[in-house]
Every structure is written in C-alpha cells, then in structure tokens.
C-alpha cells in the first residue's frame, strides 16, 4: 500500500521558534509538494520539489523553506514561526507526468501561540 | 485570482439523492483534473478524475462531467450515503505544469 508519512499530527509551537515539519514517502515518487489548507482558502501550495535538492516557490512560499536531501524525504522549516502559520499542513508525492494525481499525508495540525 | 473555483463552500442533500457538486476553472491551458475528498484530521483522497480530451467518466457511484466551452466540470454523487459526507476538492493541471491548482472546496453534508 502507498504510503506518504508525515511526522507529526499535531504540533504545538511558540511565535519565534523554529518549527520543522518532516514528510517520508515510500512510492519512489519524483515530486514531493507541500500544501496548507485552510478554510474558504483551499489547498496552497508552499513548495514543491521535483528531484533531490531541487526546490520550487509555489503561491505562498514567504516564511517558509524546504530541504530535499533523499528522495523519499521532503522537509518543511518555518525558520520564525508566527500565529498567521497556524494551519494544517499537507504534503504530497507524485510521478514526474502528476499522472495518477498527487498523494497525500494524513496532514500535520500546527498552532503557533 | 483563483483558478479554479468552488462556488458553493457547502451543499446539503438528503441519502439515496444526487448530489451535484460544481467546478469553474479560468485557464483553458488545464488538461487534467481530479476531485479530491477530505475527511477532518486526514489527508486528501483521490476519487475520481478526467481528461481534457473527455466529456465524462463514471466509476461506481461516482461520475465527473467536463465542459471545456464553458470550464466547468461537476462532480455526481449517486446515490448520496452518509460516508460521503466530507469536503470535496477539484484540482487541475495545466499543460506545462508541474503542479496541481485547488479549488477552495465544498463542504457535502448527505442527511440520513
């Protein structure tokens, strides 16, 4: 069965920390993307990375960062977190053609107080 | 700008009905789109998709429509059952994307 494995479910930080969020798929998958889904808004995209130590902006990528150092491994940084950050974050894998679509963690729910 | 839009953030229908959730997309270069459903605290699922090159397809229950004159593609639900309650999202992709664009999703609450 495919799986995209995200760290943590919940996650509860402080404005300023350094909040890291992990994402392991095990699907051989070329991109990893990360999303944040909130309410009205619908999914955002943050990041995406279409091969290892590859990275590209998506609509919202300001106070954020990535790192792709393995295939299987997509990190997300929040190298200041701030409350406008609460959210839940989604990442996803695909192959390279989005053939099959994308798929996705179970999410991770970050507060920032 | 939105892409891809949802109108309508939520939809109630009784069980055993049709429900008939809708899409609008601005961008005539998307060839390919999928709905996805979401249950609360999980990650989206893959449900059903189609190709610019199609008008519909059906699987189970489940049967999407594409109207590329008008960028519009609806999602049919028949019967409606209480599992299907969740949020629904469309997504496209255009031709020399890398990504997919999400609508902002509809909320489907099906009534025993």
């Known amino acids: 069965d495919v799986k995209v494995t995200q760290s943590s479910r919940y996650l509860v930080k402080r404005t300023g920390e350094k909040v890291f969020l992990e994402c392991v798929q095990d699907m051989d998958h070329e991109n990893m993307f990360w999303y944040r889904q909130d309410p009205g808004l619908g999914l955002r995209l943050i990041y995406f990375?279409?091969?290892?130590?590859?990275?590209e902006k998506g609509d919202i990528p300001e106070g954020y960062s990535v790192s792709r150092e393995k295939k299987e491994r997509f990190s997300l940084i929040l190298e200041s977190a701030s409350t406008n950050q609460t959210s839940m974050y989604l990442c996803?894998?695909?192959?390279?053609?989005?053939?099959?679509?994308?798929?996705f963690g179970a999410g991770t729910r970050l507060s920032v107080l | 700008d939105q892409q891809v839009k949802q109108n309508s953030p939520s939809l109630s229908v009784q069980e055993g009905r049709i429900s008939i959730l809708n899409c609008d997309y601005t961008?005539?270069?998307?060839?390919?789109f999928l709905w996805y459903k979401k249950y609360p605290a999980e990650g989206p699922t893959f449900l059903i998709s189609i190709s610019s090159i199609k008008d519909k397809n059906e699987d189970g229950r489940f049967t999407v429509f594409l109207n590329k004159s008008a960028k519009h593609l609806s999602l049919h639900i028949v019967p409606s059952q209480p599992g299907d309650s969740a949020v629904y999202f469309c997504?496209?992709?255009?031709?020399?994307?890398?990504?997919?664009?999400f609508g902002p999703g509809t909320r489907l609450s099906v009534l025993p």
């Open positions: 961008n005539s270069m998307f060839d390919y």
């Open positions: 997504a496209a992709r255009g031709v020399y994307g890398q990504n997919f664009v």
């Open positions: 990375s279409y091969d290892v130590k590859m990275k």
């Open positions: 996803a894998s695909s192959t390279t053609s989005l053939a099959g679509g994308l798929f």
